[in-house]
């Protein structure tokens, strides 16, 4: 069974970090890409960023309104990826998902697995 | 602002067919492929819908999807309480190299 298990949310200030983990199980891991996605409380989907699986030499793409300060990377040895959060701000508040990007012989399928969701709540 | 539109909210009776719909512009929905996700009140998301209206194993057929241009809309059929969720579009952006969203259509079932 695919499992996606996120860990390390909390309460953080405004300007702190945080690094987020995400443990997989159930599949290989590095075939696949692993997305960071995020939902504020009572808002919309918001995507993060990527890693890329082994065949794409591990490439990582992120959101605007995060590159420069998220960094995602992974352990194929521990099947974990972590999502490095610096200069944290309020908007930053929300449940972060971590989701498999499954990838078959034709490439990329889509967001086809994801965790339950660590909680991240940026306040002084 | 999400950079795919889609309506805040639709609603229909059970048995209708309800569609909802999704605008992008030419640097993601017409060049890439449009997914959709599903999320029931308090779950995490479920792919309903990837690479032109496949679905996941288990996503009955009353759900579909169809693309034209930059627009795109996901379609249920035989509607039923069950499929009161959330419902986003997604695609890849290649101006942004990003994923994008949209904002989500909250379906009612009245």
């Known amino acids: 069974e695919v499992q996606l298990v996120e860990s390390g949310g909390g309460l953080v200030q405004p300007g702190g970090s945080l690094r987020l983990s995400c443990v997989a199980s159930?599949?290989?891991?590095?075939?696949?890409?692993i997305d960071w996605v995020r939902q504020a409380p009572g808002k919309g989907l918001e995507w993060v960023g990527r890693s890329r699986n082994k065949a794409n030499t591990y490439s990582t793409d992120y959101a605007a309104s995060v590159k420069g300060r998220f960094t995602i990377s992974r352990d194929d040895s521990e099947k974990s990826l972590y999502l490095q959060m610096n200069s944290l701000t309020t908007e930053d508040s929300a449940v972060y998902y971590c989701?498999?990007?499954?990838?078959?012989?034709?490439?990329?399928?889509?967001?086809?697995?994801w965790g339950q969701g660590t909680l991240v709540t940026v306040s002084s | 602002q999400s950079v795919l539109t889609q309506p805040p909210s639709a609603s229909g009776t059970p048995g209708q067919r309800v569609t909802m719909s999704c605008s992008g512009s030419g640097s993601n929905i017409r060049s890439n492929y449009v997914y959709w996700f599903q999320q029931l009140p308090g779950m995490v998301p479920k792919l309903l819908i990837y690479k032109n209206n496949q679905r996941p194993s288990g996503v009955p057929d009353r759900f579909s999807d169809s693309k034209s241009g930059t627009s795109a809309s996901l379609a249920i059929s035989g509607l039923r309480s069950e499929d009161e969720a959330d419902y986003y579009c997604a695609a890849w952006d290649d101006s942004l190299s990003a994923v994008v969203f949209g904002g989500g259509t909250k379906l009612t079932v009245l």
């Open positions: 989701a498999r990007g499954y990838c078959d012989k034709s490439g990329y399928v889509g967001l086809d697995s």
């Open positions: 159930g599949f290989t891991f590095n075939d696949h890409y």
